[in-house]
C-alpha cells in the first residue's frame, strides 16, 4: 500500500500550479474580450467615417485604413487585422453573452470561436439569444471539441428554417477540387453531406486497420515458414495516415483496396463497409415532428436522409430518454443481443474522461466501482474509457464515482472535481421565452426539451 503522506508534498505543488495555470487562462480570456471590444469600438469609429457622402468604391476606404494603420502598429497584416475587426463585430453585437463569459474567464477564445461558428446561422435575434445562452451554460463545463457537435444540435433545434430546406440549399454546393502543395503533391477535397463523409472515412479506417493487422501477423510469423506475400507486408512501415491515402487512391482508381488487404490473410468476401450512427427521435420518424435527426458525435441531418439510412440498417435501437434532462434511462431492441453494451454505447458515445472523445467503439467498458470491491455490472457502475484513460484510473491517484444519471464525478490527485456528463444530455434546450417556438415545432412554454416525451432512436 503506498504511503499516501509520501505524496502530500508534490500533490500540493501540483495543485500550485494547476491554479496559476487556471488564473493565467482566466486573465488569458479577459484579455481576449477587452481585445475585441476594442477591435469593435475601431469599428464604430469608421462607421462614422462612411456616413460622409463618396463614390461607392471608395466608401470601405476608412475600413481599410483603420486596418492598416493597427496592422502597421501591432505588425500584423492588414487583411488579417479586417477580419479580426468583422469577427470583433460579430461577437460583441450578435454574441453578447458568450462575449461576457469570455470577459469573465468563463470560457476560452476558442470555446467563443465554436458558439460563433454554430450560431451564426441563426438570423433570428430571440432564436439566437436562447441558443447563446444554452450554448454558454454548456461551455462553461466541456472542452471545445466536445462542445461542437452539442452546439450544432441545439442550432439545428432553434433555427427557423427547417434543417431539410437548409440541407437541401447546402447540398447543392456539393463538389470535388484539387489545390497543388508542394513537392509534387495536392489535395484532393470533397465537400459532401455529413453522413456520407464521414461514412467514407470509418470505411478507409477499418481497410487501414485490416492492413496493419496483417502487417503485424506476418511480422510475428517464423522466418522460415513466412511466404514471400507475407514479408513484404511484414516489411511495410506506413503510418496510418499514409495507409488511408493509399486506400483511398486505390478504391477510386482500381476499384479495390491494397494488394496488402486482398490477400489471403484477408478474403475479399470479407466486405469492409462504413459504419455511421444515427439518431432518429420517434415522433420525427413517424412524420409527427420536425426535431432533426443526428449524426451522433458529429451534427445533425436532414430526416430524409436519416429515414432512408433507417430503412437499409440490419437493426436499431429505441432509447428511451428522460423527458427534461435527455439522459438515457434504457434501450431495447428487437433482435436479441447485448443490450446493456449498446445501452452503454448510446449514453457515452465516446471516452467519459473529462475532455476525451475517443469513440466508444475504440474504448474498453471500465466498472467505475472495481468488480474486485463488488461493483455491480449494472449502467450505474459501468462506463466507456479508452485505453489511456482506462489505464490512468487504475494505475494514478484519480478517482471517480458515477450516480444514477450516468454523471462521472472524477476526482484529481489534487482533489478537484470534473464532472464528466453523458453526451446525450448536453443539447437539452432551455426555455426560449413565450411565444418562441424551436425547429421542432414545439412551443417551449410547454415544454423546454424540443425532445421531450420523444424517443431517441439511433441506428
Known sequence: ??????????????????????????????????????????????????????????????????????????????????????DAVVLTERFPAAWAALAAGDVSGAHVRVIVEAGLPIDDDEARAVFEEAAVEVARRETPGRLRPAVRMLAARLHPVPLAE??????????????????????????????????????????????????????????GAATLLDTSIAQDCRRIDEIRADVFADLLLTGHATPEVSNASIPETE?????????????????ADTTPAELTGHAPIDTATALRLAGTATGWDRVLTHPVTGTVLAVDRYRPSDQLKRTLQVRDEHCRFPGCRIPTRRCD?????????????????????CRRHHTLKH?????????????????????????????????????????????????????????????????
Open 1 to 86: 500500500m503506498t504511503n499516501t503522506a509520501l505524496l502530500r508534498p508534490a500533490t500540493f505543488g501540483v495543485d500550485a500550479v494547476v491554479e496559476e495555470l487556471v488564473e493565467i487562462r482566466r486573465g488569458m480570456a479577459a484579455l481576449q474580450a477587452r481585445e475585441a471590444a476594442v477591435l469593435a469600438r475601431a469599428v464604430v469609429v469608421v462607421r462614422a467615417q462612411e456616413d460622409v457622402p463618396g463614390p461607392s468604391e471608395v466608401r470601405d476606404i476608412p475600413l481599410r485604413s483603420m486596418a492598416a494603420q493597427l496592422g502597421a502598429a501591432l505588425r500584423v497584416s492588414d487583411r488579417t487585422v479586417q477580419r479580426q475587426l468583422s
Open 166 to 223: 437548409r440541407h437541401a440549399v447546402a447540398a447543392r454546393g456539393r463538389c470535388v477540387w484539387v489545390r497543388d502543395l508542394d513537392h509534387g503533391m495536392a489535395e484532393l477535397i470533397a465537400t459532401l453531406p455529413a453522413h456520407l463523409a464521414h461514412g467514407i472515412r470509418d470505411r478507409l479506417d477499418r481497410y487501414a486497420r485490416r492492413v496493419i493487422d496483417a502487417r503485424r501477423g506476418a511480422g510475428s510469423a517464423e522466418a
Open 271 to 287: 466486405a469492409i463497409v462504413a459504419h455511421v450512427q444515427i439518431t432518429v427521435p420517434a415522433l420525427t420518424a413517424l412524420g
Open 365 to 385: 467498458i471500465d466498472h467505475t466501482t472495481a468488480r474486485q470491491h463488488d461493483g455491480p455490472t449494472e449502467i450505474t457502475n459501468l462506463a466507456h474509457l
Open 395 to 459: 494505475h494514478s491517484a484519480w478517482r471517480v464515482r458515477q450516480t444514477p444519471d450516468g454523471v462521472l464525478h472524477w476526482t484529481s490527485p489534487t482533489g478537484r472535481q470534473h464532472p464528466d456528463r453523458p453526451a446525450r444530455t448536453l443539447t437539452f434546450v432551455p426555455d426560449p421565452g413565450p411565444g418562441l417556438t424551436t425547429d421542432a415545432g414545439l412551443s417551449t412554454d410547454r415544454a423546454r426539451d424540443p425532445g421531450a416525451g420523444a424517443s431517441d432512436v439511433p441506428f
